[in-house]
């Protein structure tokens, strides 16, 4: 088999990104960019991100979850703790997400530090979730091998048995990582492969320094 995708070609025209009209600090641009991509780019699940984990195996490894909240403080997605990825940030909490909305020519790479929330409001989300999501947590041990899709279809119908009529607690392995952001970069694709990218850096001092980065 030789695939060759060379001849794959595309000049991106959507946007520009310049240091003298960018907000100082990348929360805002960011929420700027989420705003304006899930209202104008006809983007499915735009709070859908990439995060990648240094695994317990020295090995990076890149998954999608999805962005349940950001603040000025980071970004919140939820998990099961005991997951491969739930185990390596435990391990090192340094990870990468990223978001492509390929629709806007946009990329954003955040670096950051990733931590449990606190039990509270991992509390508040799973009370919000809709029941099937809640029986699903608590029947996937995730990551874990298992025999079949018939084993976890059992295990749900045994789960929905025992909790009829009852409200379902959050087990202690399923909750929120914050990532706290460190890095920020900002990418808009432009023509002749002369794209945009401005980096923010967190510094000492808690502000930002902002650099133009050659594409
Ligand atoms: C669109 C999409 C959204 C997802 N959202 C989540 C999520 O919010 N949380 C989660 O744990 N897994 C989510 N997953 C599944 C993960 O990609 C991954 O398969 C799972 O978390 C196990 O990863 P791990 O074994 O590396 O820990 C999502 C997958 C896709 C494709």
Redesign the pocket.
């Known amino acids: 088999m030789n695939a060759d995708l060379g001849n794959y070609r595309k000049s991106y025209e959507k946007g520009e990104l310049l240091l003298d009209n960018v907000p100082e600090n990348p929360i805002e641009l960011f929420r700027n960019w989420f705003v304006e991509v899930d209202s104008h780019f006809n983007v499915d699940?735009t709070n859908?991100m990439t995060i990648s984990t240094i695994g317990l195996d020295g090995y990076p490894?890149s998954?999608?979850?999805?962005l349940k909240k950001y603040t000025h403080e980071g970004f919140i997605?939820?998990?099961?703790y005991n997951?491969?990825?739930?185990k390596a940030i435990l391990a090192n909490p340094n990870v990468c997400l990223s978001f492509f909305w390929h629709s806007a020519e946009r990329q954003i790479i955040i670096k950051g530090k990733a931590e449990k929330i606190a039990e509270n409001l991992s509390d508040g989300y799973f009370e919000s979730r809709p029941r099937g999501s809640q029986l699903g947590a608590i029947t996937s041990n995730?990551?874990e091998v298992v025999k079949d899709r018939a084993e976890l279809e059992n295990k749900l119908k045994a789960l929905e048995l025992k909790f009829e009529g009852k409200e379902i607690e959050r087990p202690n392995n399923w909750g929120g990582f914050i990532i706290k952001p460190v890095e920020l970069e900002f990418w808009q694709g432009r023509p002749n492969r002369l794209h945009d990218r401005i980096r923010y850096q967190l510094q000492e001092d808690y502000n930002w320094k902002l650099e133009r980065l050659a594409p």
Request: charged share 30%.
């Open positions: 699940e859908a490894k998954r999608v979850v999805l997605f939820y998990t099961n997951s491969e990825k739930g995730q990551s």
